[in-house]
């Protein structure tokens, strides 16, 4: 198929149609509601399903029901409405189910505002709703990777019987680029053999995320952990950009991944050997390649538009063998790239100090710059 | 080569659809492409603006600190860049919205009245084409063929009556900013 010149939230609304999405419920907030809007024209069109529920709450617990038959479904949201949704959530991940969901990351914490963030990354990796459970979690950068990885969502979601989510933001979704959309798949309502998709000649099943006694919930929990351990081995995913001879190695995913490239190419020009490693999984976290990457580099630099949340996925990978550093921007600010790239040149160029948390040591250049 | 572009104006003088006439332009040129616009509120306050990246590889940071094409339809958006463009880039200011004269030597400006071009072409609306052609005068990644094409390609069928006139406007603004280039480099 041909590229077309597609904005980053229909592109991932139209990937869904296509991989075979046969219910949608969501509500809508800036800045992911055109993913919404284009589904509520495409899939009463196809004679599939679309509901704007009555808020988030709701939304997911539709998803919840709906996923329950073994319907291909899902949501999108965008920060505060996904932290309506960390509830459901839970519960989906308890009853072991596939759904997919978007969250268009925004400014916050609150109601915040409605620019780029990457603020949710903790609430999306590392847990948000309630118990021991996780959800796989694929960070695009740009429109083409938002609908490749869209598709793939689905695959992954059922393939585990887990939550996928698609943690993109305000830039990426706005944004335009030409992309190359897949083939209509149809849709197929597989026959699984958890779906309580009608009794009828045979036994009755039941999808529930109630375990009274404590041994049979741990045996759930032990279940989710070993299912987990197999999305770990199988399921890492990441671009790499200049690293062959890299000393230094930049590390940002979705919308820093991409500013931190246009750094890197700038200090390449400028002759400092520098590469980008982008995380793609978020969750399974690429924590093995860091590690390997640590054995050679000289120093990291961590960019993200949060306070450093990846950041403590990276040191924990890194475990103190080379300097980390971190450069951010928050609030709904995406940096622009020359301040990424005068970031490389004080790693690249200066004595680190590696007595002060990375974090501490960032706020403190910037409140000073900012105070200047 | 990358090269990148900034447009703003107020809502309604179609700053943001001549972006995504470029994009689709350099896209059916072959070339990696990205448009991002300002969605927060100041776009429901009336100004508006976009930022297009034309790129031969994978496009980094969709928006740039000091880009070296810029085109301001009104005076905020003349206040807010002048000082941004980068050194020896371009400015293409619409002189029918604005008040006062170039403060930077280090960069081209051209001011042109596009308000008034486009209604003597006979559609005020046709201001975003004439701002574009002015601007192809220093964009060699464009020409007015590559931007025509795009809009014949990707308008949507209502609108293709419109065609001719936008290809008027589009010369308008071209010639009009050729003639006071000229004038410059004299």
């Given amino acids: ?372 | 080569m990358q090269k990148e572009i900034l447009i703003a104006g107020f809502g309604g003088q179609g700053a943001l659809f001549a972006g995504q006439v470029m994009a689709y332009a350099a896209m059916d040129n072959g070339k990696e492409v990205t448009w991002i616009p300002s969605y927060g509120p100041e776009m429901r306050g009336g100004t508006a603006n976009c930022t297009v990246v034309i790129a031969d590889d994978e496009i980094g940071s969709p928006l740039v600190k000091n880009p070296p094409a810029v085109i301001a339809f009104n005076l905020p958006s003349f206040d807010k860049y002048e000082e941004l463009v980068q050194p020896g880039g371009v400015l293409i200011v619409n002189q029918s919205m604005v008040d006062r004269g170039a403060s930077r030597t280090d960069i081209i400006t051209i001011f042109v009245p596009g308000n008034e071009l486009a209604e003597e072409i006979g559609d005020r609306r046709l201001l975003n084409m004439v701002m574009v052609g002015a601007l192809l005068t220093r964009l060699p990644e464009l020409s007015i063929q590559d931007i025509e094409t795009a809009l014949n390609a990707h308008l949507p069928e209502r609108h293709k009556k419109l065609l001719p006139q936008n290809r008027l406007a589009l010369q308008r603004g071209y010639d009009y900013a050729q003639k006071e280039l000229e004038k410059q480099i004299i």
């Fill in chain 1, 1 to 372: 198929m041909a590229r077309e010149l597609l904005k980053g939230n229909v592109a991932m609304a139209e990937a869904a149609v296509r991989a075979g999405l046969e219910a949608y419920f969501g509500y809508p907030i800036t800045p992911q509601t055109e993913v919404l809007e284009h589904l509520s024209a495409r899939l009463p069109e196809l004679g599939r399903t679309f509901v704007q529920a009555e808020s988030e709450v709701a939304a997911i617990n539709m998803v919840y029901g709906a996923a329950c038959t073994g319907t291909r479904v899902m949501s999108s949201s965008s920060s505060p409405g996904v932290s309506l949704m960390m509830e459901g959530i839970s519960y989906i991940s308890g009853t072991e189910i596939p759904a997919v969901l978007v969250n268009v990351m925004r400014g916050g914490p609150g109601l915040g505002n409605i620019a780029p963030s990457q603020g949710d990354y903790n609430q999306a990796v590392h847990g948000g709703g309630h118990g021991d459970y996780n959800m796989i979690v694929l960070a695009p950068s740009t429109v083409q990777e938002s609908i490749d990885l869209m598709v793939l969502a689905f695959d992954l979601a059922e393939k585990y019987r887990m939550i996928t989510m698609l943690l993109t933001d305000g830039s990426i979704g706005q944004m335009m680029e030409p992309a190359e959309l897949p083939e209509m798949r149809p849709v197929v309502r597989k026959d699984w053999d958890w779906a309580t998709n009608g009794a009828i000649g045979r036994e009755r099943r039941i999808l529930s995320s109630i375990y009274i006694n404590p041994p049979l919930e741990e045996e759930t929990n032990l279940r989710l952990m070993k299912t987990w351990q197999k999305v770990q081995a199988n399921e890492v995913r990441y671009k790499e950009y200049y690293l062959d001879d890299a000393e230094f190695i930049v590390v940002g995913f979705g919308t820093s991944g991409r500013v931190a490239l246009s750094a890197v190419r700038a200090a390449r020009a400028q002759g400092i050997k520098v590469g980008l490693f982008r995380p793609i999984s978020l969750n399974p976290f690429p924590y093995a390649m860091i590690d390997e990457l640590a054995n050679k580099a000289s120093a990291f630099l961590v960019v993200e538009m949060n306070s450093g949340q990846m950041l403590e996925d990276i040191r924990l990978a890194v475990r103190g063998r080379v300097p980390v550093e971190f450069y951010a921007r928050l609030g709904g600010i995406v940096p622009f790239p020359d301040e990424v790239l005068s970031e490389i040149q004080r790693v690249a160029t200066t004595k680190l100090n590696t007595d002060q948390h990375p974090r501490d040591a960032w706020l403190a250049r910037f409140t000073a710059q900012s105070e200047r």
